[in-house]
């Protein structure tokens, strides 16, 4: 009954802002909330703690949010949270300094490990054997090399990732021409802008040349706002290594992407392999649930199936591609009847066995 209570709360798009009006709170009491302050080196993580006050020892997450500005208080996050802790689990939500400011931060990492380690020292409301961390969108990436960690990899006993990636070029080539390709899947989805311009203008950061970063984020800028004029002057400027990064923001030819990959700063290329999770997946010893929307416009289904396919053991994997949601969040519905046995139904089904599967975890 949970389960399916769990699975009516998220796709429930209304109560977004009011937990409390979910189902899951006709049968499960409110949990209680602390704002922490979680050391970590010379400074402090902020993270808040979903836990029910009843003394028992229970399973445990650590979830984390993907590139959003609201960070750990984004109220999609809070619901979910919210309805864990509703269901049994203890939720520790640490905030990510480089996911709130939009990029991927190797330091956000380390923050991860950070937050399992405190959350694995709560030993009163904790059973240590039983923690997991999950993560959403590109904050899937952290989260996953976070359960690479030498320091805790063999104590993570699940992890989740959903809608996340598994490598940043294959997302290049998808937010720009939209094109997404593996084995026998392959396909066309009109490229957002926002995953597009959210993408190039944090990644200009690690452009070595000061100049080309400080044109670059005006020609971005302007390239957002559609104002192309503006910045033609600005492109002459750039060296031919910061004119390649351009060139690449607005190619359209899918066969062009990697060629102009290897045009660009290394400094930028040697980045996008240290987020690349090629060889971090085969580390893992977690067992792994992945989650994909199948029309998600910012990063492709196919990289799911790549991270479920670079796992060794297909014993400790539990892949679910779901025509419910478009990148985290539900997916438009269309109720004509056959649409509905044919295409929501198949996907609400496997969505149920997924979030039981996640659920099951605290077994």
Same mark, same amino acid.
């Given at each position: 009954?949970?389960?399916?209570?769990?699975?009516?709360?998220?796709?429930?798009?209304?109560?977004?802002?009011?937990?409390?009006?979910?189902?899951?709170?006709?049968?499960?009491?409110?949990?209680?909330?602390?704002?922490?302050?979680?050391?970590?080196?010379?400074?402090?993580?902020?993270?808040?703690?979903?836990?029910?006050?009843? !003394?028992?020892?229970?399973? /445990? &997450?650590? $979830?984390?949010? !993907?590139?959003?500005?609201?960070?750990?208080?984004?109220?999609? $996050?809070?619901?979910?949270?919210?309805?864990?802790?509703?269901?049994?689990?203890?939720?520790?939500?640490? %905030?990510?300094? !480089?996911?709130?400011?939009?990029? &991927?931060?190797?330091?956000?990492?380390d923050?991860?490990?950070?937050?399992?380690?405190?959350?694995?020292?709560?030993?009163?409301?904790?059973d240590?054997?039983?923690?997991?961390?999950? #993560?959403?969108?590109?904050? /899937?990436?952290p989260?996953?090399? /976070?359960?690479?960690?030498?320091? &805790?990899?063999?104590?993570?006993?699940?992890?989740?990732?959903?809608? !996340?990636?598994?490598?940043p070029?294959?997302?290049?080539?998808f937010?720009?021409?939209?094109?997404? %390709?593996?084995?026998?899947?392959?396909?066309?989805l009109?490229?957002?802008?926002?995953?597009?311009?959210?993408?190039?203008?944090?990644?200009?950061?690690?452009?070595?040349?000061?100049?080309?970063?400080?044109?670059?984020?005006?020609?971005?800028?302007?390239?957002?706002?559609?104002?192309?004029?503006?910045?033609?002057?600005?492109?002459?400027?750039?060296?031919?290594?910061?004119?390649?990064? =351009?060139?690449?923001?607005?190619?359209?030819?899918?066969?062009?992407?990697?060629?102009?990959?290897?045009?660009i700063?290394?400094?930028?290329?040697? =980045?996008?392999?240290?987020?690349?999770?090629?060889?971090?997946?085969?580390?893992?010893?977690?067992?792994?649930?992945? #989650?994909?929307?199948?029309?998600?416009?910012?990063?492709?289904?196919?990289?799911?199936?790549?991270?479920?396919?670079?796992?060794?053991?297909k014993?400790?994997?539990?892949?679910?591609?779901?025509?419910?949601?478009?990148?985290?969040?539900?997916?438009?519905?269309?109720?004509?009847?056959?649409?509905?046995?044919?295409?929501?139904?198949?996907?609400?089904?496997?969505?149920?066995?997924?979030?039981?599967?996640?659920?099951?975890?605290?077994?």
């Open positions: 009954m949970i389960t399916g209570l769990f699975l009516w709360d998220l796709l429930d798009e209304k109560n977004v802002r009011h937990p409390e009006r979910g189902v899951l709170a006709w049968v499960t009491p409110a949990p209680s909330v602390e704002h922490l302050q979680i050391p970590q080196g010379e400074r402090n993580i902020r993270a808040d703690l979903y836990f029910r006050r009843d !003394g028992k020892k229970r399973a /445990a &997450i650590v $979830l984390t949010h !993907g590139i959003i500005e609201d960070g750990k208080d984004d109220p999609r $996050l809070v619901r979910f949270a919210q309805s864990l802790s509703r269901s049994g689990f203890v939720v520790l939500v640490p %905030e990510l300094r !480089g996911m709130k400011s939009f990029r &991927i931060l190797l330091s956000d990492v923050d991860i490990v950070a937050s399992f380690g405190y959350l694995s020292s709560l030993k009163d409301r904790v240590e054997k039983k923690i997991g961390l999950l #993560g959403f969108s590109y904050g /899937a990436g989260t996953l090399m /976070a359960a690479a960690s030498p320091s &805790i990899h063999d104590r993570v006993k699940f992890l989740v990732s959903f809608g !996340g990636y598994y490598d070029i294959n997302v290049i080539r937010i720009t021409t939209g094109t997404y %390709e593996y084995g026998r899947e392959k396909g066309f009109k490229p957002d802008p926002y995953g597009k311009w959210i993408f190039f203008k944090n990644n200009v950061d690690y452009v070595e040349n000061k100049k080309d970063r400080q044109l670059l984020r005006v020609v971005f800028e302007n390239e957002q706002k559609g104002n192309k004029k503006e910045g033609t002057e600005l492109l002459q400027q750039l060296s031919p290594q910061g004119r390649d990064l =351009y060139k690449l923001l607005v190619n359209e030819d899918p066969n062009q992407t990697d060629v102009l990959i290897k045009k700063d290394p400094k930028v290329q040697e =980045y996008l392999k240290k987020v690349s999770m090629i060889s971090i997946v085969p580390t893992i010893r977690a067992y792994l649930l992945i #989650g994909h929307g199948s029309t998600d416009p910012l990063i492709p289904y196919t990289e799911s199936l790549r991270l479920a396919d670079a796992v060794k053991d014993t400790k994997v539990h892949l679910a591609i779901l025509r419910l949601f478009s990148h985290v969040d539900p997916a438009p519905m269309s109720f004509l009847s056959w649409d509905f046995l044919t295409v929501y139904f198949p996907s609400m089904i496997k969505f149920y066995y997924f979030v039981y599967d996640l659920l099951s975890q605290q077994r």
